[in-house]
């Protein structure tokens, strides 16, 4: 059986790693690079490093800072943020990525998953969705870091991503961001159940237990931040909570 990846993630805005909730209230949760370092030695699976403001802005992913924190894990490594070219992917990887998110720019112009899957390979390829729940019970796709709504419904175009050679869902719910009040199962479950690439569940972490829910519920990997960043849970507990659930973890 595969196991199950704890994956910490660095949200970072002006070179800090930030938390807010629902994607807005920021707040200073340290330096990336010290909490990279730490979570690499505390036994996280992967890190996920998102320039959270770069697509706003208007400018690329921070290459130097992804290459200082590239020195110091041993991991896998994830790096989204103003990714809209082969070019820009190829700067990241030479940073020391060893994946890379897309989001605002695969929607708005989706050949780039093509692309991209096609000069690095689809296991490169991670599809960041940013969604939330309407009033008529559908998910949809959300843009610029959540700034943005669209009318496609997530689930169709988590499908037409794979399809287009995206090796890996990270699916965030905007509505359980930062809530800490546990993961949003049910749209979780439905993309899981309909591609064939793992699903990373993201926002809404808060106790063990809703990483117990969302792991056993189809999820291939839970991702968090500041439960993390604030020293709310440890990696190594989590784990060892995970283990005595017969969830399989590294």
Request: aromatic share 6%.
């Amino acid at each position: 059986m595969l196991t199950k990846r704890i994956i910490p993630c660095l949200d970072i805005k002006d070179g800090r790693t930030v938390k807010g909730t629902n994607f807005v209230n920021l707040r200073d949760a340290g330096d990336p690079v010290e909490l990279a370092s730490l979570y690499a030695t505390e036994g996280a699976d992967e890190l996920v490093f998102l320039d959270i403001t770069a697509t706003n802005e208007k400018r690329k992913t921070l290459a130097s800072l992804v290459n200082r924190i590239a020195h110091k894990i041993n991991i896998p490594f994830t790096v989204g943020g103003g990714i809209s070219s082969v070019d820009d992917v190829r700067l990241l990887l030479d940073a020391g990525a060893d994946k890379i998110s897309v989001n605002t720019a695969a929607f708005k112009r989706p050949e780039l998953i093509n692309e991209l899957a096609g000069s690095f390979g689809s296991q490169c390829v991670v599809l960041a969705i940013d969604a939330k729940k309407h009033d008529d019970g559908e998910w949809y796709v959300y843009l610029n870091g959540g700034r943005v709504a669209t009318d496609k419904k997530c689930i169709d175009w988590a499908v037409e991503g794979v399809s287009r050679g995206a090796g890996e869902i990270l699916l965030t719910s905007m509505d359980h961001d930062g809530s800490k009040n546990g993961f949003a199962i049910d749209i979780t479950s439905q993309i899981s159940s309909l591609v064939s690439v793992p699903v990373i569940a993201s926002g809404g972490g808060g106790t063990p237990e809703h990483f117990f829910e969302v792991l056993q519920h189809h999820a291939d990997a839970a991702l968090a931040a500041s439960i993390f960043h604030f020293k709310e849970i440890s990696i190594p507990d989590l784990k060892d909570f995970l283990r005595k659930k017969q969830i399989p973890v590294r």
